[in-house]
């Protein structure tokens, strides 16, 4: 059992800590940065910098600063417009954080990710890798979605799941959430009756306790719902959460207790394991026999087409899937080892006889154990 106190310290010590920050704590009701606020995060996560902590920063803010400047009155609804206002959002953040930064000797490097980089292979390496090095040579990435090109269907949106992503990935001691509210409370703080909360110890008992909604500033997206889910997966990937409003960076950095710490409920798994099971939703499902639903199940077991009875759903090899028992329960993610259309001639065939009917390429789980995580 981790105690408050205990995750506070986790956050003070951390070795490597993501920061994320909304939309509405950087920018103002008129579409325009706010160049105070951005200053004073930009002062308390220099401040951690400059005493060592590798410091990731995943920003908002692009569509909410760049409206403005565009002549739009609001935040625009269409995507196209959206997509354009966050190119020049996006620059326009980029410009104030390296001013900001340097006025402390900080140097800034940007990262645009769309969910697809979570979810393929290749690419997942290739942040990880970039960012491992980006932070090696002391730099402070600043992540947020590629909003300019993500596809409307597998899109973030929001930037605090991708924020706990990007914690696994970074294999970060800490998760720092910084929003308009001070802290997480029973109910939206706006009802009387909302109260605080300091502590969560778990988040996902806690889940059903607290009432939470969306987005109030007109700027975000997620509001506290996304927040939450965050929250959970840091939670049950062992990584420390801490909750609080923007002004309210430094002390959260420092292990003072504001805003509503998380305990972490699990021990940390491999971030490879981590992502398959929270990266982007599932393209597609394989529907297993009993048999092999118990295989899978016991969790060391790879899923051969021998236990599989159907696919449903186009995608790839590489992409992740849902493995389904026949009543429909979800048992597993993992990352098909074959093209969707590939899979029909092999259901139900032994390894054997796949090499022998279809070749050697095709002797292979469905799914291997290394690229499946039970849910
Ligand atoms: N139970 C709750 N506790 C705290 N805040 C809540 C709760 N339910 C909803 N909210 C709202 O969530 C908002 C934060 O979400 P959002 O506007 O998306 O912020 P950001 O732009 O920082 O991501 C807060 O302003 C708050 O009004
Ligand atoms: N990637 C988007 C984030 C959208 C958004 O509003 O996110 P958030 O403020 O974190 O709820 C942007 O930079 O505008």
Redesign the pocket.
């Known amino acids: 059992m981790v105690t408050e106190s205990e995750v506070r310290q986790a956050v003070a010590g951390a070795r490597t800590v993501v920061v ?5 704590s950087l920018t103002k009701p008129s579409g325009h940065l706010d160049a105070g606020r951005l200053g004073a995060l930009v002062a308390a996560l220099s401040a951690a910098a400059t005493e060592g902590a590798r410091v990731v920063l995943v ?8 409206f403005g400047p565009l002549g739009f009155d609001s935040r625009p609804a269409d995507v196209a417009t959206q997509q354009a206002t ?1 190119a020049v ?2 620059g326009l ?1 980029m410009a104030q954080y390296e001013a900001a930064f340097g006025r402390f000797g900080v140097r800034v490097g940007q990262i645009l990710i769309t969910a697809e980089d979570t979810i393929r292979p290749q690419q997942y390496r290739n942040v990880q890798r970039t960012l491992g090095r980006l932070l090696d040579l002391g730099v402070v990435p600043i992540v ?2 590629n ?1 300019s090109l993500a596809s409307n269907e597998i899109r ?5 799941r991708l924020s706990a992503l990007v914690a696994n990935i970074v294999r970060a001691d800490a998760l720092v959430l910084l ?1 308009d509210v001070d802290a997480l409370y029973t109910a939206p703080p706006s009802q009387p009756d909302a109260r605080r909360i300091g502590f969560v110890s778990d988040v996902v008992e806690t889940l059903g306790d607290v009432t939470v909604t969306g ?1 109030t ?1 007109g ?5 506290m719902v ?1 927040k939450l889910e965050a929250a959970r997966v840091a939670a049950v990937s062992g990584i420390p959460t801490v909750l609080t409003c923007a002004s309210n960076a430094g002390p959260a950095l420092m292990g003072d207790p504001v805003g509503t710490a998380f305990a972490p409920v699990k021990q940390r798994g491999s971030s490879r394991r981590l992502w398959i099971g929270f990266a982007a939703e599932p393209r597609g499902t394989i529907v297993v026999d009993a048999g092999a639903a118990t295989a899978v199940r016991g969790g060391r077991a790879s899923l051969l087409a021998a236990g599989a009875l159907e696919v449903r759903g186009a995608f790839s090899a590489g992409d992740p899937v849902w493995i389904d028992d026949e009543s429909g329960t979800h048992l597993a993610r993992g990352l098909a080892g074959f093209d969707s259309e590939e899979i029909p001639q092999m259901l139900g065939r032994t390894t054997v006889q796949l090499r022998r009917f279809l070749g050697e390429e095709y002797a292979h789980p469905l799914v291997h154990r290394d690229n499946l995580v039970l849910v």
């Open positions: 994320k920050v909304g939309s509405s920003s908002s803010g692009a569509i909410a600063a760049g966050a959002g996006q953040l947020n979605e909003d973030f949106g929001d930037n605090d929003t987005p500033s700027v975000g997206t997620g509001g996304t």
